[in-house]
């Protein structure tokens, strides 16, 4: 080896180490996820002339919640069902979907004491999701004829090694998950206390 190129080794060294350094620090892309519908369902058709989407709930987008923190906000998605399940086949009535609550809830995990961490994976956060939905028939005159009420409720644990976008996959799976049992329980009642008005 000459002198020059013992020179240039240490350098050449150096600068594969910093590339093999920023190539580990290049952040993992966004996961992108599938727009929650509901589509494929058979509709709901109402005896009413219009269905009406109130939104009660108000995110505090602060700890202990973090559905604000989710690709697909379950406020969103609970609009999409009013939209997509929903269909008004009447000329007078309006059905009124006012969403109550819709909150993800992060609880932190008390962590095992003693050498049993050593070999498995401590499960650190508990996701609770809630979804309440009530469904009212109005007349003209703006009195309520009928109504129907529906919570769904999930949860699910992440455990202490999960990357940020493990966790965006699971939030979703949670959203997804919730707003399903939602769709049965609200076609449930519907047909249950709104059945006068079933078409």
């Known amino acids: 080896m000459t002198l020059s190129m013992t020179r240039r080794f240490p350098a050449l060294i150096g600068l594969a180490l910093l590339a093999a350094l920023s190539a580990c620090a290049t952040p993992e892309p966004e996961p992108t996820f599938p727009e929650i ?19 009660k709930y108000v995110p505090p987008q602060r700890s202990p919640n973090v559905e604000h923190l989710f690709a697909q906000l379950p406020s969103a998605v609970v609009r999409r069902w009013a939209e997509e399940r929903i269909e008004p086949m009447g000329i007078t009535r309006v059905a009124r979907v006012t969403l109550v609550d819709a909150s ?32 009212e028939i109005i007349d003209a005159n703006g009195k309520q004829l009928a109504f129907a009420r529906s919570v769904a409720k999930r949860s699910q644990t992440v455990d202490e090694d999960v990357s940020p976008n493990e966790r965006q996959q699971i939030w979703f799976e949670l959203t997804e998950a919730v707003t399903k049992d939602l769709d049965t329980e609200l076609e449930r009642v519907i047909r249950k206390y709104l059945a006068e008005y079933v078409r």
Do not use: C, M, N, S
């Open 104 to 135: 993800v809830i992060e609880v932190p995990l008390a962590k095992k004491e003693g050498l049993k961490d050593l070999f498995w994976k401590e499960q650190t956060e508990r996701y609770d999701a809630t979804l309440e939905v009530r469904i």
């Open 37 to 55: 519908t509901f589509t494929h369902e058979p509709k709901i058709r109402l005896d009413v002339a219009k269905v009406e989407f109130v939104q």
